[in-house]
């Protein structure tokens, strides 16, 4: 009967059971969970994108609710054009990677992993910040939690760990009621008052608090840094184009649909909350003052009251701002897993774990994660100035990415609009991304400038290791045959014992040169082994006809094990010139962890020396004895024995 590989019950219990590869297409994801999986990350954007905006734009009072709107049809322009250029992208590199492969395609290497460092820098500044935003926002709403932020956060990550390592179709149907929900909810309060608005009854239900007076005049620099803030809207697009190869197939047609729809949602939520806005006389207060409302809360009370629906609805808006990380989990690990396959990552990172996800890329990102919330000590504010640099950076290669392609494909239909539509994107989130560098540098954006170049050097050192690996082990040529010369064996022993002997009997099958070695390190009875060995070893071997092997006895004059077994093996590598020495070691096992850790691991430090010790004609082979101690006492062992500890 086959056995299971993978699991136990506990892991079983937390991570569910193992999926086999030939399960890999249940966890394909369709459109609607698509959006629940990608699409967090750009639709909760419409909760702090407006408000991000309107705080810029604060000083101006009422004459900032006016800026608003058309401040954002310029993003949603922008919005519109990278967008278009992500569709274009699914459809011509549907391997997923996204902005790393089109850089790295069609601007080179160091483009490509310039593309790579932003997309994963903008995974995990996405990660801390949804997940303090969404903390944030629950201990506003009850203070006595105030104290326990951290904890809040790490929790939360901790769940949304496990929740992905569950796999796609698990986590999708974790997170597409929640997300649907949000949806629905804020649908209907953009609904109802673009209703009133048309019926000339855009009257407050609640009145939102007075609009702070006026104290600069309009300029140039204040309108550039509130589209620039308002751009935090459009991180979460390039999700879509980097996780093409999650999705049933068609695949790529399923991810444009995905695509349309999370940008058209979008989209509509930033044009009706900054209309609603202005009708409404809704602005943005103090971060820091005693009565600091969001905007959402400021516009949901003023459309339609504080009552059950505003909680019902504020509660879908904080579970969202909480989950929106969940994008990163989806992203990240197949960015490391596009890096892993061509060498700039190591291949755990390409292999897919018990429940097919990509297990390495997703602990890594909450290690990263909780190891920046904890830094920050999960406040948002400080995570603010990183947020978005690397995800305009992704934008602008990625679209100047296209521009190369469609200048080396001019074959295809529509290259020429395709080109302008990618330059023009290009040239549009590189200024943007000049303008946030500029406005965020002091505020601690120059990190992103540090975190950036060192996540380059990073990669590329771990592409010039593999590099070498790579070169120092390829042999273009045919196999080497040359005459057999035999083993050497040689046995560590350090009392007679069932591991002993197994090792002893497997040396004596592949070698007629067996050599028995004790380190004499005063631990044991020498002149006891000795006969042992005589009666027990070299008696019955001459009985038999099969000459006895000897044992030698190697003096350890500081009780060290590893280095005189090296000085016997240097010395025996040097009397038998052009052979190999096999070193056939006794393990005692124990399947049970809980009692193996009773045990010394002598025999694994001696292996690990042995292994490490640089010389070619060394091989070391491992003979297990497993311990049976539900059947009887335990005997003693070569290097496990439980009456002397310091040989187990």
């Known amino acids: 009967m086959p056995r299971r590989r993978g699991g136990n019950g506990l892991a079983d219990l937390l991570l569910g059971r193992p999926l086999t590869s030939a399960q890999a297409m249940q966890e394909k994801t369709g459109v609607l969970t698509g959006v629940a999986l990608l699409g967090l990350d750009a639709l909760s954007s419409a909760a702090y994108g407006p408000e991000a905006a309107l705080t810029v734009l604060r000083p101006l009072g009422l004459g900032g609710l006016w800026l608003l709107f058309p401040i954002t049809v310029a993003i949603v322009g922008l919005l519109m054009v990278v967008a278009g ?142 589209f620039a803030s308002g751009c935090t809207a459009m991180t979460g697009v390039e999700a879509i184009s980097n996780a093409v190869p999650i999705f049933r197939d068609p695949a790529i047609r399923r991810a444009r649909v995905t695509l349309g729809l999370i940008v058209g949602i979008l989209v509509t939520m930033l044009l009706g909350i900054a209309l609603l806005c202005r009708a409404y006389g809704v602005g943005a207060t103090d971060p820091d003052g005693a009565n600091y409302q969001t905007v959402l809360s400021q516009l949901i009370a003023a459309v339609m009251g504080r009552g059950v629906f505003y909680y019902v609805a504020m509660a879908a808006i904080l579970c969202v701002l909480a989950l929106s990380a969940n994008t990163s989990y989806a992203g990240f690990p197949l960015v490391c897993q596009v890096l892993a396959r061509e060498r700039y990552l190591p291949p755990g990172f390409a292999h897919r774990g018990r429940r097919l996800a990509l297990s390495r890329g997703i602990l890594t990102l909450s290690a990263l994660a909780a190891l920046l919330l904890i830094v920050c000590k999960g406040i948002t504010d400080r995570l603010i100035p990183l947020f978005a640099i690397g995800a305009l950076m992704a934008f602008t290669l990625s679209q100047a990415g296209m521009v190369v392609h469609w200048g080396r494909h001019r074959e295809e239909e529509g290259w020429r609009w395709r080109r302008a539509l990618n330059g023009a994107g290009a040239v549009m989130t590189a200024l943007t991304l000049c303008i946030v560098a500029v406005s965020k540098f002091m505020h601690g954006g120059w990190a992103a400038f540090v975190i950036v170049p060192v996540g380059l050097l990073l990669l590329s050192r771990v592409h010039a290791a593999y590099t070498r690996t790579r070169q120092a082990t390829e042999l273009k040529r045919p196999l080497r045959l040359t005459p057999g010369t035999p083993l050497v064996a040689v046995v560590p022993v350090d009392r007679w014992s069932h591991a002993s002997e197994t090792a002893l009997r497997f040396a004596l099958e592949v070698s007629d040169d067996v050599r028995a070695v004790h380190i004499c390190s005063g631990d044991t009875d020498e002149a006891a082994l000795d006969s042992q060995w005589r009666h027990f070893v070299q008696g019955p071997l001459m009985e038999a006809g099969h000459p006895p092997p000897p044992l030698v006895h190697v003096g350890s004059p500081y009780r060290a094990l590893v280095w005189p077994l090296l000085d016997y093996l240097d010395a025996l590598l040097a009397e038998v010139p052009g052979r190999t020495v096999a070193i056939v070691m006794p393990e005692l096992l124990e399947k049970r962890w809980y009692r193996a850790m009773l045990y010394s691991r002598r025999s694994e430090l001696l292996r690990s020396a042995l292994l490490l010790s640089g010389e070619r004609r060394l091989v070391i082979v491992s003979v297990p004895w497993y311990l049976r101690t539900d059947a009887h006492p335990a005997p003693h062992s070569a290097w496990g024995d439980p009456a002397h500890p310091g040989n187990g």
């Not at 290497?109 to 460092?117: H, M």
């Not at 006595?144 to 956060?153: C, E, V």
């Not at 929740?163 to 804020?186: D, H, K, Q, Y």
Request: aromatic fraction near 8%.
């Open 85 to 226: 250029s992500y569709a274009q992208t699914i459809a011509v590199y549907p391997s997923g990677g996204g902005a790393y492969t089109v850089a790295k395609q069609n601007l080179g290497r160091g483009a490509g992993l310039l593309a790579a460092t932003a997309l994963m820098l903008d995974y995990l500044l996405n990660v801390a910040v949804g997940i303090s935003a969404g903390t944030g926002a629950l201990v506003s709403a009850l203070p006595a939690l105030r104290p326990h932020t951290l904890p809040i956060t790490l929790g939360l990550l901790a769940l949304l760990t496990l929740v992905n390592l569950r796999g796609v179709s698990e986590a999708g149907a974790v997170f597409v009621v929640p997300t649907w929900f949000f949806i629905t909810s804020l649908s209907a309060v953009l609904a109802v008052g673009l209703f009133k608005l048309a019926t000339g009854e855009a009257t407050p239900v609640q009145a939102p608090p007075p609009l702070a007076v006026p104290t600069a005049s309009l300029g140039a620099w204040l309108v550039i840094r509130a």
